[in-house]
């Protein structure tokens, strides 16, 4: 753990909170249609090795981009986004919109089995995390603040995400 994570992170959360996320919604994912992925497991010391700092530090240890700086920000080709950690598809650019808060936003995941949603309660918010089925590594949150027809807004830190364009797929 970093001494000064909490310091750090606490403007961002702040600014996070800012963005218009209020009351997160109910976690909605059932995965009920699909079986989950097989979990991938690694030790600390393997995800350290495997990932650049920044990936290591918002997949591993929950952090958050700074506003404004990742790279899947304002991306619009269309494809396939995936896990950084673990390759595991998460989310398609068919469902990505710009909320105009500075990180990459989905109304919906690729597959409902695709995410997990877990309640989080860190930095004096009330929030919906959003982490990777398969790896387990964060992502973001979701908040209920998203357009129609899901309402939701999967606020995703670019430095989580790998991205596939579908002219390889
Ligand atoms: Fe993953």
Same mark, same amino acid.
């Given at each position: 753990m970093f001494p000064h994570r909490s310091a750090f992170l606490a403007p961002l959360a702040a600014l996070l909170g800012a963005c218009g996320g209020t009351a997160p919604p109910p976690p909605?994912?059932? %995965?009920?249609q699909e079986p989950a992925p097989t979990p991938l497991m690694k030790a600390d010391a393997e995800w350290k090795t495997a990932l650049t700092p920044e990936q290591y530090f918002v997949l591993r240890q929950k952090g958050t981009e700074r506003a404004?700086?990742? $790279?899947? *920000?304002?991306h619009l080709e269309p494809g396939t986004y995936v896990c950084?950690?673990? +390759?595991h598809e998460l989310f398609v650019s068919d469902s990505k919109f710009d909320a105009g808060c500075g990180w990459p936003s989905f109304? @919906?995941? %690729?597959?409902? !089995?695709?995410v997990k949603e877990n309640p989080d309660a860190s930095h004096g918010m009330v929030r919906t995390e959003v982490t990777c089925? $398969? =790896? +387990? +590594?964060h992502l973001g949150h979701v908040f209920? *603040?998203?357009? %129609?027809?899901? +309402?939701?807004?999967? =606020?995703?830190? @670019? !430095? %989580?995400l790998g991205f596939k364009p579908k002219s390889s797929k």
């Open positions: 909605t994912q059932t %995965a009920a404004g700086t990742g $790279k899947y *920000d304002k950084a950690g673990c +390759g109304s @919906s995941p %690729a597959t409902p !089995a695709g089925a $398969k =790896c +387990g +590594g209920d *603040d998203g357009p %129609a027809p899901t +309402g939701l807004r999967y =606020c995703i830190n @670019s !430095a %989580a």
